[in-house]
């Protein structure tokens, strides 16, 4: 018998058989502008010549499965031949939920899963248990901790003791990959040009040149010097799609300070962008979203746990999520929480190889273990009973 496991998140979904690797995949559909009647599905986006312009439609919609439409086309695709071939009636799927999903979406992917699909057993779970059966699994000796995820649509905190998920202590803060790649639309639209349309680009720009300030107004008091003293400033050469695929930062040695660049390129000159953007994790309230920042979330999370436990979680905090990828994110948060934290707590804030991918492994780990099978639902057991055995079982 096979397990799937699927990390299926609001931008990529993670996903691989039990024994073999993960795939990560665009959790959507798109449309070009060139061809506006095809509706390309997940990974075909490589498919796409010309992603500027490129338009987007979800399945999910702030971090809630809701348009089941599409993500049954993607689930086709990526169950179909083409790319997993699944054989539903011998398969067994462990999928992710978000924390506190709400019952209707429970009970319609139970239907998909169990009914339209018909997998022999399926296991629904938070990817936040799954890295805390990750963490569990290559700390044996730890008790406790608190996972950190920042993903697409917005950043979890959850601490679990023993595998088990205290839920007083899960906090959710409502910035996400989705809202800074959508401010950095806003910003250079307003300031250079008019990029509103273009989510695919700018994503890919604020991957590229973004990084999380250690010391903020510091680094604002260096982007508004001028000339080659100003080091924070980037000039990143945007891609036309014929002669340049990709956009990329230009080296500092070709950058021209004063007056226009002779070879014609399209560039975006960014300063204080870079690391404004990825700040709103820190201070969501600076574009006036009035939520605390991921290191007071933390703490208000841990202070909410009985007193002999905390200094177990200050210990033990692993971030995930494609937000903790940007430069600088760990170590800017490793002293936030120092400055906040009893000076006799030890802190340790720590980053996996794979942030993106850490859930998924947890979730291939989960599979390998020896009471999975006591976890999971069984179609016989959903055709005897229904929605309430899911509910009974599945922890989430």
């Keep these: 018998m096979a397990t799937l496991v699927l990390d299926n998140g609001a931008y990529t979904a993670k996903i691989g058989y039990s024994l073999e690797k993960v795939s990560v995949i665009p959790n959507c559909q798109f449309r070009s502008k060139t061809s506006r009647l095809k509706t390309f599905t997940a990974n075909q986006l490589d498919e796409i010549k010309d992603p500027s312009g490129l338009f987007y439609i979800l399945p999910f919609q702030k971090g809630y499965l809701v348009n089941w439409d599409?993500?049954?086309?993607?689930?086709d695709h990526l169950f179909g031949k083409e790319m997993f071939k699944v054989d539903f009636a011998d398969t067994s799927i462990i999928i992710t939920e978000p924390y506190f999903n709400f019952s209707s979406i429970q009970e319609s992917m139970n239907e998909i899963l169990f009914e339209e699909y018909q997998f022999q057993s399926a296991l629904r779970i938070n990817a936040g248990s799954l890295s805390a059966h990750h963490y569990f699994h290559t700390n044996p000796s730890e008790l406790c901790c608190l996972v950190v995820e920042s993903g697409f649509s917005f950043t979890h905190i959850a601490p679990y003791c023993r595998s088990k998920k205290m839920k007083e202590g899960i906090r959710r803060i409502n910035v996400g990959g989705k809202l800074l790649t959508n401010h950095l639309k806003e910003i250079i639209s307003?300031?250079?040009?008019?990029?509103?349309?273009?989510?695919?680009?700018i994503n890919q720009v604020k991957e590229d040149v973004c990084y999380v300030s250690q010391q903020f107004y510091k680094d604002m008091e260096i982007a508004q010097l001028k000339g080659e003293e100003n080091t924070v400033m980037r000039d990143y050469v945007l891609p036309d799609f014929s002669s340049i695929k990709k956009g990329f930062c230009k080296p500092k040695e070709e950058m021209v300070f004063s007056g226009k660049y002779k070879t014609g390129e399209q560039i975006l000159r960014l300063a204080n962008e870079r690391f404004a953007v990825p700040e709103m994790l820190f201070h969501p309230s600076d574009i006036g979203i009035q939520e605390m920042g991921i290191p007071e979330a933390i703490v208000d999370s841990i202070q909410s746990l009985p007193e002999d436990m905390q200094p177990h979680f200050y210990q033990n905090i692993i971030i995930i999520g494609g937000n903790t990828l940007f430069p600088g994110f760990r170590e800017r948060l490793q002293a936030e929480l120092r400055s906040l934290v009893p000076a006799h707590l030890p802190v340790s804030v720590?980053?996996?190889q794979n942030p993106i991918c850490y859930s998924w492994e947890g979730g291939k780990l989960l599979a390998h273990s020896p009471d999975y099978d006591e976890i999971v639902v069984t179609r016989e057991d959903y055709e005897e009973n229904g929605h309430c055995i899911c509910e009974e079982k599945f922890d989430t």
């Design 350 to 352: 720590l980053l996996p």
């Design 70 to 75: 599409v993500q049954r086309k993607v689930w």
């Design 190 to 201: 307003y300031r250079q040009l008019h990029v509103m349309d273009e989510t695919y680009v």
